[in-house]
């Protein structure tokens, strides 16, 4: 049997995993069945080594997204903000810019009572008062 070089077409787990875009080497009979399903091609530097380039520029790419990632993770949220002033909390919960309820609040105090009903226990106050 003789091992052959190929081109991954399709993410799969084989001895280890490999992703589309990788080159796998194996025995051709192993491969076989894997060819026919169109998970490998055999390699051709001359269809292959562009599709080979641009995921080598995709992964370069998520490198530096997840290095540009846990930097802001050792920012403050002030040093996060972007420059329309919001951080990525306020975005987590829609702009609002308030501070979440778990980081305390001015009004946790305050009922979610509808204004009608505020002004009738307000008249009825008065009128114990009275």
Not at 109 to 119: E, G, I, S, Y
Request: zero cysteines; hydrophobic letters at 30%; aromatic letters at 4%.
């Amino acid at each position: 049997m003789t091992e052959k070089t190929y081109f991954v077409a399709r993410q799969m787990i084989g001895d280890k995993e490999y992703f589309a875009g990788d080159i796998r080497k194996m025995k051709s009979d192993d491969a076989a069945h894997l060819v026919e399903t169109g998970a490998l091609e055999e390699y051709d530097p001359k269809k292959h080594d562009a599709k080979i380039a641009a995921k080598a520029a995709r992964d370069a790419g998520k490198a530096d997204d997840a290095a540009d990632d846990d930097a802001d993770d050792n920012k403050t949220d002030d040093q996060n903000a972007n420059d329309d002033g919001k951080t990525d909390d306020d975005k987590a919960d829609g702009g609002a810019g308030e501070p979440d309820k778990a980081e305390g609040n001015a009004d946790d105090n305050k009922t979610d009572d509808p204004p009608a009903a505020k002004k009738g226990a307000a008249k009825k106050a008065a009128a114990t008062k009275g």
